[in-house]
């Protein structure tokens, strides 16, 4: 396998695996601090369907779906740039190096998230969840990033 399709593989497994993370942690969040899983991921779904997205408890395809998608997304995004900058590393690296990149990229992300694109474009995460909670939740992206490189480590010459 070339080297490119190997990275785009390691791309849609880091984002996959940093997807179902933060998405677990934002539905377990929303239980607690809003009686619904599917509360922040119904928000995220406001890119499409606008604010009233924002404010529907109940799982549905329409927001709860449109949600996780767009969620994954962005996750798949942000392991694109951990993998372009990082991922060698990660394959071959220390755990601690790996987990400072990836806690790099998850700050990346929340700056571009909070305070770079356009308020139409956030996680909406903002809008069901506490600061605690989002702080949470780039703690796991960060973490999640460089699990797969770090479960790879050695694997690859």
């Given at each position: 396998m070339s080297k490119q399709r190997n990275r785009a593989v390691d791309v849609l497994i880091s984002g996959t695996?940093?997807?179902?993370?933060?998405?677990?942690?934002?539905?377990?969040?929303?239980?607690?601090?809003?009686?619904?899983?599917?509360a922040p991921l119904n928000a995220t779904s406001h890119m499409i369907w606008g604010k009233r997205a924002t404010?529907?408890?109940?799982?549905?395809?329409?927001?709860?779906?449109?949600?996780?998608?767009?969620?994954?997304?962005?996750?798949?995004?942000?392991?694109?740039?951990?993998?372009?900058?990082?991922?060698?590393?990660?394959?071959?690296?220390?755990?601690?190096k790996s987990l400072t990149h990836g806690a790099l990229v998850s700050a990346l992300a929340y700056l571009v998230d909070y305070h770079v694109v356009p308020?139409?474009?956030?996680?909406?995460?903002e809008e069901r969840l506490?600061?605690?909670?989002?702080?949470?939740?780039?703690?796991?992206?960060?973490?999640?990033?460089?699990?797969?490189?770090l479960l790879q480590k050695g694997k690859r010459k």
């Open positions: 695996l940093a997807g179902i993370a933060t998405a677990l942690v934002a539905s377990a969040r929303g239980k607690v601090e809003n009686r619904s899983v599917a404010w529907q408890k109940a799982p549905t395809l329409k927001y709860t779906g449109t949600g996780f998608l767009l969620h994954h997304a962005a996750a798949v995004l942000w392991a694109t740039v951990y993998e372009r900058l990082f991922g060698d590393k990660a394959d071959t690296g220390t755990i601690t308020k139409r474009f956030t996680p909406g995460f506490s600061d605690r909670s989002l702080a949470l939740i780039y703690a796991v992206l960060a973490l999640s990033l460089p699990f797969r490189g």
